[in-house]
């Protein structure tokens, strides 16, 4: 049996979209935007459009949508919620259909258009999402959608600990460098997860912003066996 | 005192010209481009004048200069010897200038060539490296090269360890991710380098080439106080 190739994307920069028309891409983008994707969808959200632009949100807004949208930390005048995962609450997203505004993650979706699956990853739903890959015969790009287009620690060690709990199976290989890395920053932070991400710049930036009460919420393992994932454009809560 | 901001960048993709102006960048290729540069002026080469292209290492033979030229490991008919560290010996380059046929490197050169030094590093050179930045008061940007733009180890590990020298002194500091992670990477290395480094995928392609005996060559600490610093495309074995 042939193993399935393991690789891993630092930066959108250094996607190579010719090279994953057959894999499964998984996206990490965790403080805050997978981290809000799966909470929403674990509180009974029905879909979830990314949208690029604020005024493309707006015209959503109009059409009498729930809008979650910020720029900078700051709500949008028009935008229901932020973009916390604790403005999905159950109340607010069960049964509906939320904008959420997401720069680098629509660009990263349209990036990986050609993918076989674009899924979406975080600590919450972890094990869920390993499961479901192990299940599926395809390689795995774990993309990091990192910070305006750099390299970033919180989700390179998010998906190192994808990558650890992937090859700790004999389903699948690597020898891509960037893999590796993230395994081996996964093992340093993992035994002080909350401690290690400290250091990170994007968490000092989040702190400047007073928006960083929901980073504790990011790094639980498990909040739930959602495994969002893009049909047409729109995120929809299971892949199953 | 302010003190200077440190980062570091993992592929010539991820650079961002603009940020670097008056920094000094520091360039990572130790797979073998940047350790045998310094292997070359430590044996007393004159100069280096990269290359990008075959063809134009080709008119240089013809006007008499030395060339060191592969394509995939594979010695260019026309040059007098590969890119191997092990090739620049004092007999073969004492006084010479040599054209020095990389691709990747004369990209990079370009890329950086707004910066206020572009200087070469590895471990051969480290510690004299680092002792140079330390009397300039500058920004300093460690520029992995990587392989084919990619993220690799083995450049990482080496601006990791430079890193470290730097950041142990109270004249840097760094809200660089890219930085804190090479830090991480090299202190999970530094016990067993050449252990570490077996596992880079670059070096499995090494090994396929036949082309691995200058590994352990080039992970060796301080072979020479040599820091070749490019002035007008050129590249000279002393910045000092």
Not at 105 to 133: D, H, M, P, Q
Request: hydrophobic letters at 40%; charged letters at 25%; aromatic letters at 10%.
């Amino acid at each position: 049996m042939n193993k399935r190739n393991l690789e891993t994307c630092f930066s959108p920069l250094l996607f190579e979209p010719d090279l994953h028309t057959d894999s499964i891409v998984v996206i990490f983008d965790i403080f805050r935007a997978t981290s809000s994707m799966c909470t929403a969808f674990e509180h009974g959200a029905h879909s979830i459009i990314p949208v690029a632009e604020v005024e493309e949100a707006r015209a959503y807004k109009e059409r009498g949508f729930l809008i979650a949208a910020e720029r900078d930390g700051i709500i949008l005048d028009f935008a229901d919620f932020g973009n916390s995962p604790y403005n999905f609450t159950r109340e607010k997203v069960e049964g509906k259909t939320i904008i959420y505004s997401t720069t680098n993650g629509t660009g990263i979706i349209k990036l990986a258009s050609s993918a076989r699956y674009i899924v979406i990853g975080s600590f919450l739903n972890i094990t869920s999402l390993a499961e479901w890959l192990f299940t599926q015969d395809n390689s795995v790009l774990l993309f990091c959608a990192g910070w305006k287009n750099r390299f970033n620690l919180e989700d390179t060690v998010c998906a190192g600990a994808v990558a650890e709990k992937l090859l700790n199976s004999t389903l699948y290989s690597t020898i891509c460098d960037s893999t590796l890395a993230a395994l081996d920053l996964w093992s340093m932070a993992k035994d002080d997860l909350r401690g290690y991400i400290e250091k990170a710049a994007h968490r000092t930036r989040l702190k400047k912003n007073g928006l960083d009460d929901c980073i504790d919420f990011c790094l639980t393992a498990d909040y739930t066996r959602k495994i969002p994932v893009i049909k047409n454009n729109i995120l929809v809560g299971d892949i199953l």
